[in-house]
């Protein structure tokens, strides 16, 4: 009767699990990040007896709203890291901020107004600091919630006393090894922020700019001695402003100089630019009347074209046969290759421009002008005075300031400087030697731009940063340094911080021992009014925080992105070689910029940004964690939705196949109902084997820093080798075999150590799922979370290559087999695939073995109710060679519990819907109620 009938589906090991399909990452992260801070995770997380392994972090700069460059660096780090201590390093993670510096004093005198104005120093610094600490704490919770552990209570600040102190170390050392001078130099110098700046402070763009050919008249005792009359050098250049400067014209004592007869006097220029230098002028009718090298020329004299001021000609390597006239307007205040040239021929330094980019007196009927609106004025000047040969505007590019983005220029300003050129750059090369690369590129990146890279600029000439603790004696310029004076300031640094310098006087922070014991009670006292580069301050954090901090250095790893070649890298390793002789790292990585969807750089103006938060509070923040992984960040990578979408698919992969491992495991445990692997079903062993070989591989890969070839492999795994393949196949024994069948707990011990290995492989990436996963592990003296987890045993003895070659011959026939289902089912022969019967003639010996499997297992591999081997030859081809395939409707009747078609319903008396296994199984569920 109807009432009577069984229950078949109550029968069934259903999966059992509430790590539901729907995540609510978003909303289940930050409780969390709640448990790992109440638990004080990352504390637990180190351990002083393990092997150390340091990834110095690089700070980013505590001013504004963190951008999706931040968090794919942070997420990058993090990962190393917490695989590190899986892998048994006390791996520790402190976190940094660059506090000091331009934009931060920059954007407060900006907010103040004219406030800032009255202000005096100590009040603007109070300002900046502020500030500063509140922009540290505002990051901070964001790469919180990103799901980085770290030392988040205690991370390095520049600003701190303990910071600026022994950065003072680390000046006073490279003082004392001769590396640090004063002097006259150009430098880049931006008039917006009135300030010097390192090379590494710039960015190029392209910009217009008024270029001009100028002819300057040769004295008539240079005439005379080359035989000539009313001539001239024609120089080119693409800053007028500059000319009022001009102290030389430069040639190259290798080239070829004509002397050519125009309407516009006889001109000298090379040769070989005088044809388009012509053309560009407007100058089309000119014959070469006489040749001279260049090192003929040397010292002969012509007149400035504004001024009533002789000038000579000087030789340098600088010139070439680019663009110009070979004739090089040289303004040693204005220019490093002009200065250096310069200096060979001891002509002095003229820079008539001031802080604010403003002509000063030097510069005769240009006093005031701002150096751009003086182009006009001087261009009007040599037209009138009948030395401008020709002006057009050009498009070229031009060094901008990358804080303020406006242009910089060249100014020759009293600076100080580390001494680069000579033993510091040697040394540095040869450091670079050692030091291993990722991706391989980075050295010679590194490596070409050290190479070329003039000396420091160190000084700065603002207020918020770490002052150059320098004396001066007031009436002779001369310094004042003694390694006793620096010891003092050094110490009131580290006791009040670097409010010292403008709290106290010259003489109160020498302090009257000092100054009696080295004479100095009768000199007034001057202290250094500028301030040392930012570059310098988190240049040297690889002593300010790894020493200071008790760690050793070179540390392990520095992990930044590329720009970092010129900035970071490049600022520790001179600040290490230029104070203790050696590198402060082992190895760099790098990883490229974000982009949007379609390779553009991310901009406001276009509306392409997406930051972290964006993605963070609608996907969560293991999302954001998945895409910093799965790109290859070594260069330039990509951001949408649709790729965050893609990386929702992929974490949904992962996610389903976790959640099938952890339903089918609810009444498994691990110590009472293990199958040794001896008594294990061959597929099983199979996927042990696979584990194995997943296992080789994701730690290769974590190793080599390659997370996207280490997720591609986990996607493998879990949606291709398991979800389409082995979890498919086992399905029927996981439900319809016994409960505590071999058979069952065979497959249940595969999937327990499946779910072992993926919870600690993916947590380095996925942090928080693999949290939630750990915490429904049923483990004896498991470790209260999966980050204080050690990595997977290996277990060599589940490797079986003969084993792995014969099921993948068996996946290659099952995706065969698999092609002529669908088709039927398109047909309409079938429905589901257990309505199948499945046809195979085998006359292909690789595949041979195939025949000794049971008609059960080899039908339960290719998820159909009957499988028949025959010679029958009007079956269909396969794209393997000696196989062919037919599918028809499966004979019998559909069993009521497994689904699967045979001729056996009926023949079990007390339970004759069922196939006969099934029925022992129902029996002996019966036996023990």
Not at 35 to 53: A, G, H, M, Q
Not at 121 to 137: F, G, H, N, T
Not at 618 to 646: F, K, M, P, T
Not at 909 to 929: C, Q
Request: include cysteine; charged fraction near 30%; charge should be negative.
């Amino acid at each position: 009767m109807e009432e009577n009938k069984l229950d078949y589906a109550s029968t069934l090991n259903l999966p059992k699990t509430s790590f539901k399909m729907k995540a609510n990452l978003a909303q289940k992260e930050p409780l969390t990040i709640r448990e790992w801070t109440k638990k004080n995770i990352y504390e637990k997380s180190l351990d002083s007896d393990k092997p150390v392994f340091f990834l110095h972090d690089g700070p980013p700069y505590a001013n504004g709203d963190l951008h999706i460059g931040h968090a794919i660096n942070k997420i990058l780090k993090d990962i190393i890291l917490k695989y590190k201590r899986l892998q048994g390093f006390n791996a520790p993670y402190i976190p940094g901020w660059d506090t000091h510096g331009l934009p931060i004093e920059w954007k407060m005198i900006q907010d103040l107004g004219e406030k800032a104005k009255t202000m005096t120093p100590l009040e603007l610094r109070e300002a900046c600091r502020k500030y500063a600490l509140k922009s540290v704490e505002n990051q901070k919770k964001d790469f919180v919630r990103m799901g980085i552990l770290g030392d988040w209570n205690n991370p390095y600040i520049t600003l701190n006393k303990e910071f600026e102190a022994e950065e003072l170390r680390v000046f006073r050392d490279i003082y004392e090894n001769g590396y640090v001078y004063k002097g006259l130099k150009p430098v880049y110098w931006s008039p917006t922020t009135e300030t010097a700046l390192a090379e590494a402070e710039i960015e190029y763009k392209d910009v217009d700019s008024d270029s001009i050919y100028v002819k300057m008249a040769l004295t008539d005792e240079s005439n005379k001695k080359l035989g000539l009359y009313n001539t001239f050098l024609v120089i080119w250049t693409t800053t007028p402003w500059t000319i009022p400067a001009n102290l030389a014209i430069c040639l190259n004592e290798e080239f070829v100089y004509g002397v050519y007869k125009t309407e516009k006097g006889n001109l000298i220029l090379a040769k070989e630019l005088a044809d388009k230098a012509f053309a560009d002028m407007g100058v089309f009718e000119y014959e070469l009347i006489k040749e001279f090298i260049g090192k003929d020329l040397e010292y002969i004299k012509y007149t400035h074209p504004l001024y009533f001021r002789e000038s000579i000609v000087i030789l340098g390597d600088h010139v070439t046969l680019d663009a110009g006239t070979g004739c090089v307007h040289t303004a040693p205040g204005h220019g490093a290759d002009d200065f250096i040239a310069a200096q060979k021929y001891n002509i002095g330094i003229l820079s008539p421009v001031d802080n604010k980019g403003h002509m000063t007196s030097e510069a005769p009927g240009y006093e005031g002008l701002f150096y751009k609106k003086a182009n006009k004025a001087i261009m009007e000047d040599l037209t009138n005075k009948g030395n401008l040969l020709s002006t057009r505007v050009i498009r070229h590019s031009y060094p901008h300031d990358w804080r303020s983005k406006k242009p910089v220029i060249f100014r020759a300003t009293e600076q100080w400087f580390i001494k680069v050129d000579g033993e510091v750059r040697e040394n540095a090369l040869k450091k670079l030697l050692d030091v291993e690369f990722v991706p391989t590129w980075g050295r010679n990146r590194i490596t070409s731009m050290m190479e070329n890279r003039p000396d420091w600029t160190i000084s700065r000439q603002r207020v918020w940063g770490v002052p150059i603790p320098i004396f001066y004696n007031e009436k002779t310029n001369e310094v004042i340094y003694e390694h006793e004076i620096m010891e003092r300031v050094i110490d009131l640094v580290s006791k009040e911080g670097t409010n010292i310098w403008w709290k106290y006087s010259a003489r109160e922070i020498i302090g009257e021992e000092l100054i009696n014991k080295f004479n100095l009670k009768d000199i007034e006292i001057r202290k250094e009014q500028s301030i040392l580069d930012v570059w310098f301050d988190s240049g040297v954090s690889h002593r300010s925080v790894v020493v200071e901090r008790g760690y050793q250095r070179p540390v392990d790893l520095y992990l930044e992105g590329s720009d970092q070649h010129r900035g970071w890298f490049q600022s520790s390793l001179l600040t290490s070689v230029a104070s203790t002789f050696d590198a402060p790292y082992k190895k760099i990585l790098t990883h490229g910029f974000v982009m949007d969807g379609q390779g553009r750089k991310m901009s406001k103006s276009i509306g392409n940004t997406i930051g972290p938060k964006d993605i963070i509070d609608v996907h969560g923040a293991d999302i954001l964690r998945l895409w910093a992984a799965s790109v290859d960040y070594r260069e330039d990578v990509r951001l949408s939705d649709n790729i965050i979408q893609q990386m929702s698919d992929s974490y949904r992969k992962i996610r389903n196949t976790i959640r099938y491992l952890l339903g089918n495991i609810h009444d498994f445990n691990r110590n009472s109902d293990k199958v040794e692997y001896k008594d294990m079903l061959e597929i099983d062993k199979w996927a042990l084997h696979r584990l194995e070989k997943l296992k080789e591989t994701t730690k290769k890969h974590y190793e080599n820093y390659e997370f996207y070839s280490l997720l591609q492999e986990i996607l493998y795994f879990c949606s291709v080798d398991m979800s389409s393949f082995y979890l498919d196949i086992i399905k029927d024994r996981l439900y319809c075999e016994y409960k505590t069948s071999v058979e069952r707990r065979s497959a249940q011990t595969v999937l327990s150590e499946m779910l072992d290995v993926l919870v600690r492989v993916i947590s380095p990436i996925l942090s928080f799922t693999a949290e939630e996963i750990w915490e429904r592990l049923d483990y004896e003296n498991k470790e209260e979370s999966v980050h204080l987890a050690s990595w997977i045993q290996e277990k060599p003895e589940y490797v079986n290559e003969e084993l792995a070659s014969k099921w993948s011959k068996l996946y290659e026939l099952r995706k065969e087999v698999n092609k002529k289902i669908e088709s039927e089912r398109q047909n309409g022969l079938i429905g589901l695939s257990l309505d199948a019967r499945v046809l195979i003639n085998i006359s292909n010996s690789n595949y041979e073995f195939v025949k000794g499997y049971s008609e059960w297992d080899i039908s339960d591999i290719f998820l159909v109710s009957q499988v028949e081997f025959t010679d029958a030859s009007d079956l269909e081809d396969t794209d393997i060679e000696g196989i062919k395939v037919k599918v028809v409707k499966a004979l019998g009747k559909k069993c009521e519990r497994c689904w699967k078609y045979s001729l056996e319903i009926g023949q079990d008396s007390e339970f004759p819907d069922v196939t006969l296994r099934d029925a022992k199984v129902l029996r002996m569920i019966k036996e023990n109620n």
